[in-house]
């Protein structure tokens, strides 16, 4: 009798300890996405994108960004661990073109909500110089929306010398180092979170009007700030800053093209040697993610200084500021300097 009544208990006691092992499981699952189960699953592909839906989706989201701080972008390569962390999530963020890998897996992973930055802004073509034109390449955006891109910008990336980049239909996807453009970036994120999760559409359009808010003033601090400079061009080891020459009549001068480790032609040295003094270039800028050898020889052989311009891809302790905002004010009064602002 003793022993048939033990067989139930047991069989109870059982069912509980699985029941609560199952329990555990859903919390630690939980707890490795960053957050409680009420939060959406934001995985953001790197930094500028982790700012966006951290600024956004405010305590309603968990981001979880596939680059880590310090890690050059441009290089990532996921883990297997990473790639079903994709596929896991409820909402994916990312720029097409900047990392291959990333535009490989998130294709693969099936997230219903997923949105490419770039969809959301006009991209256009620049070059290793890139003055204050309007190009107006819609056409680029265009391709872009069609999954034509990922592979030409990967190309690009390793040309090297800088005059390739954007000619062959690849266009340069650094949008986020125009204040503008990241507004309506921004804008575009919001409007998804809200379709994504209705719940507290509220919370997030307010949120995406503080951020734009923000981001309008940065625009106007830089309108301001170098509308009177004594020239307008500027070197950097990374041609990143295209969007942000032309939204304020700059001209960049890259000394390699959109890879930032590349090393330049011998070719390309002596024009920049020319370039720098006809133009009245004063400072060769390198950025914090790659190495500072490139832009200190040059300077060396043309008696410029060099600086910090930060192409935004990562925060690290090394950054000038602790956020996108920050580092943005840090870049302004080093492009000051560099130019001479009056």
Known sequence: MNVRRLIPTTAVAGAVVLGLTALSACSTSDAADGGNGDKLKVTASFYPMQFLAER??????????????GVEPHDLELTPRQIGSISESDYVLYLKGIQPAVDDAIQQSGVKNTVDAATLTTLENH???????????????????????????????????????????????HIWL???????????????????????????????????????KLNTAYET???????????????????????????????????PEAEPTPARIQELHTIAEKEKATTVFFETLASDKT????????????????????????????????????????????????
């Open 56 to 69: 956004i989706g405010g305590e309603h989201v968990a981001v979880t960004s596939l680059t880590k701080p």
């Open 127 to 173: 070059g290793a110089e890139v003055s204050g034109h309007d190009h107006g390449h819609e056409e680029e955006a265009h391709e872009d929306e069609h999954g034509h891109e990922g592979e030409e910008a990967h190309e690009e990336h390793s040309e090297g010398d800088g005059h390739n980049h954007g000619e062959e239909g690849g266009a340069d996807p």
């Open 178 to 216: 125009d204040p503008v453009k990241y507004a309506e970036v921004a804008k575009g994120v919001g409007k998804s979170l809200e379709k994504a999760d209705p719940d507290h559409a509220a919370d997030y359009k307010k949120n995406t009007e503080a951020l734009v808010g923000e981001l309008n």
């Open 225 to 259: 700030g170098l509308k009177n400079t004594a020239t307008k061009t500027f070197i950097t080891t990374h041609s990143a800053f295209g969007y942000l020459a032309e939204r304020y009549g700059l001209t960049q001068q890259g000394i390699a093209g959109i890879d």
């Open 295 to 342: 832009a200190k020889t040059l300077a060396k052989d043309t008696g410029l200084k060099t600086g910090v311009l930060d192409p935004l891809e990562g925060i690290t302790k090394k950054s000038q500021g602790a956020d996108y905002i920050e580092v943005m004010e840090s870049n302004l009064t080093a492009l000051q300097k560099a130019l001479g602002a009056k």
